[in-house]
């Protein structure tokens, strides 16, 4: 197992590097938090990876969740972490002091989950499905259902999940048949119905390491309209108080847990609602806005899925990082025959691959803090509501990004291993099989970038892409600054100028061919989308890294540290960079005609 699975220091320098314009009309939006008290935190948070999550992460993986006799057991030590997670303040940090929170930044609730995850992924997803369903009854639950629910919840001693797929709905969550049927007229404290349905996939949907299980669980009451408009938003609890506040079984049977290629150490189940016709559920909010519920927290939850992806390459890169610093083999073309092997970080190719892991890994984590940074000034000044903008449009691309090339950058790590790195003796196959799920859940890449394309391109007449232009652009002229970066920074001026023909291109296929066109190569677009703005990022740490080089009596590890940033900009600008091209070309020239090629030319 690898001892080292994340830089503090990385970590750090990209929180504190964040530019741009809304950072300066608002450089206090970490509220009070200052690097020392941000650095105390996040070491308590790297104690806790460090001795409870870490030790636990092979054994999760090779002892995956069963279903016995009806629930769900899981490794041992899920108990315990969750029970310091919640008294040691971790699970309700985000919440206000009412809840004994303290209101923390996203920004460091992002880091603070980045931490866990590298430490072990699958251990630190109980808590942030907990957190983000606790999250949902505080802002639309009723005072009761709040009372109910959240102390347990925040404390780790109740599981939260969030139920949406069902067998027949999975993308299509308009298609969803889960039914709520109101008792006593719906008129009970916090409007109570009988649930009967079928949930898959469900994250956590039982286990042993908790006493009770809260399900956020969208719904159709009877007689609603069809589609998302008739959706609503439940407590479901698999244990339900009763009237004198005792526990009693609310019917929700686990019909099966699913063996998973990876993230197997915390289980997703199929549950089967109102088999005995006495399963409850609590309206949250009003009737049919569950799935506009469910939508004002998926931002987060998509930056949650891309910071787990970020996590997990991130690990995967320094084991490979360790290894490739180890392990002795050949030489270099010109060496003496008879000299010894060198280790293997020495050679070129080997070189390129660690740049490509670090530039995946360190770009990402800068663009999801990039997103955190608009949501903690978002919530500090409402009345910033370009922030607003700019973090829908940036989310797709903060959760596809990290999610697809993560997949390719863990499976560099696996190469940099050789033989070693497809074997289970390193951790490297397990973080790319933990990898794999974070291109499909919350969203599949197909359908962010329909949601980039059709969607957040064309809000308010496009405003958003205009206001993404002036933070590049900010970053551009900061980087000019520099004679280093200049290149550079003129080179992502020509990707900016490349995307906006490709998407004036684009409008012009939506306007001569309709929207089943304008939107058939979406994901490519995403693809091209991502490089830019993952280009933007590292223009802006390459700028940050100079500036703190320039200043006086560094330490040499520390000025090591800023120098190898600017190599890997430098990587990204020239390896990542010019495959924007490719992409303008395909979203040029295909035709569209992935939309015309006939269902049945696909021969078996
Ligand atoms: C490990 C894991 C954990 C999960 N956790 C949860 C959870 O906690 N809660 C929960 O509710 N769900 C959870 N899910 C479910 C997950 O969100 C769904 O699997 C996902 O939404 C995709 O739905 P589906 O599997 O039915 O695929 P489908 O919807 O059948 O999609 C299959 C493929 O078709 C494409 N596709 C579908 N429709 C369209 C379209 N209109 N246009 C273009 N392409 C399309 C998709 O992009 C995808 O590539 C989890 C799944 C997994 C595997």
């Known amino acids: 197992m690898a001892d080292k699975f994340m830089s503090m220091k990385n970590l750090t320098f990209t929180l504190h590097s964040r530019g741009g314009k809304y950072r300066s009309i608002t450089p206090d939006y970490l509220n009070d938090h200052n690097p020392k008290t941000i650095d105390m935190v996040f070491k308590a948070a790297f104690d806790l990876g460090k001795k409870v999550l870490h ?25 315990p972490m969750l029970e310091t997670l919640g008294e040691d303040g971790w699970i309700s940090a985000l919440f206000p002091e009412r809840w004994e929170g303290e209101n923390m930044p996203s920004s ?15 251990a630190s997803v109980y808590a942030g499905l907990t957190m983000g369903a606790a999250n949902l009854i505080l802002s639309f639950g009723s005072e009761h259902l709040q009372n109910t629910y959240l102390p347990p919840m925040l404390a780790g001693k109740w599981q939260g999940t969030m139920a949406l797929t069902e067998p027949e709905a999975g993308t299509s969550l308009g298609d969803l048949a889960t039914e709520a049927v109101p008792i006593e007229q719906g008129k009970s404290e916090d409007g109570q119905y009988k649930i009967t349905g079928e949930k898959i996939f469900i994250s956590a949907g039982d286990h042993d390491g908790v006493d009770n299980v809260v399900h956020l669980m969208l719904a159709r009451i009877k007689g609603a309209p069809a589609g998302v408009k008739g959706i609503s938003l439940f407590v479901v609890p698999k244990f339900r108080p009763d009237d004198k506040g005792n526990l009693v079984d609310n019917d929700v049977t686990v019909t099966q847990v699913f063996h998973k290629l990876g993230y197997r150490g915390a289980p997703i189940t199929g549950l089967r609602l109102g088999e005995k016709e006495n399963c409850i559920g609590y309206l949250v909010g009003e009737e049919h806005r569950g799935l506009l519920y469910m939508f004002q927290m998926m931002n987060n939850a998509r930056l949650e899925v891309g910071m787990g992806a970020t996590s997990i390459a991130t690990a995967a890169y320094h084991s490979a990082l360790t290894y490739c610093r180890a392990r002795c083999q050949g030489r270099k073309i010109t060496a003496p025959k008879d000299s010894m092997p060198v280790p293997i970080i020495g050679h070129a190719d080997v070189r390129r691959m660690l740049l490509f892991q670090r ?3 360190e770009g990402s984590l800068s663009l999801i803090l990039q997103c955190g940074m608009y949501e903690d000034i978002l919530a500090k000044d409402p009345s910033q509501k370009d922030c607003h903008l700019l973090l829908e449009l940036l989310t ?6 990290p999610s697809e090339m993560g997949i390719l950058s863990t499976s560099t790590a696996i190469q940099c291993f050789g033989g070693y790195g497809y074997c289970d003796d390193f951790p490297v196959e397990q973080h790319f099989r933990d990898m794999r799920i974070h291109t499909i859940h919350e969203g599949t890449t197909g359908i962010q970038g329909m949601d980039l394309l059709g969607r957040k391109l064309t809000m308010d007449a496009g405003r958003a892409l205009g206001l993404l232009k002036q933070e590049m652009e900010a970053a551009i002229a900061a980087a000019q600054q520099h004679q280093e970066l200049s290149e550079m920074a003129l080179d992502l001026s020509r990707a900016m100028a490349m995307l906006e023909k490709t998407t004036l291109n684009l409008g012009d296929v939506a306007m001569e061919k309709g929207p089943d066109a304008y939107l058939a190569d979406a ?13 933007w990022q590292w223009l802006t740490m390459a700028d940050a890294a100079l500036v703190a080089l320039g200043k006086e009596g560094l330490k040499k590890k520390d000025a090591l540290f800023y ?40 021969t078996d």
């Open 55 to 79: 030790p636990m992460f092979e054994e999760m993986d090779r002892n995956p969740p069963q279903l016995t006799d009806g629930s769900v057991r899981v490794h041992k030590g899920v108990r």
């Open 108 to 122: 460091l609730l992002l880091c603070i989950n980045f931490i866990f995850a590298t430490a072990n992924y699958s």
């Open 359 to 361: 530039a995946v890994a």
């Open 396 to 401: 797709p691309v903060a959760k596809t990004y």
């Open 523 to 535: 994901s490519l677009f995403l693809e091209m989308f991502g490089i830019m703005v993952i280009g």
């Open 563 to 602: 120098k190898g940033k600017v190599h890997v900009a430098r990587y990204f600008f020239s390896y990542e960079l010019p495959k924007m091209e490719g992409l303008a070309t395909t979203l040029e020239k295909s035709g569209q005609m992935t939309l015309t090629v006939p269902e049945d030319c696909f």
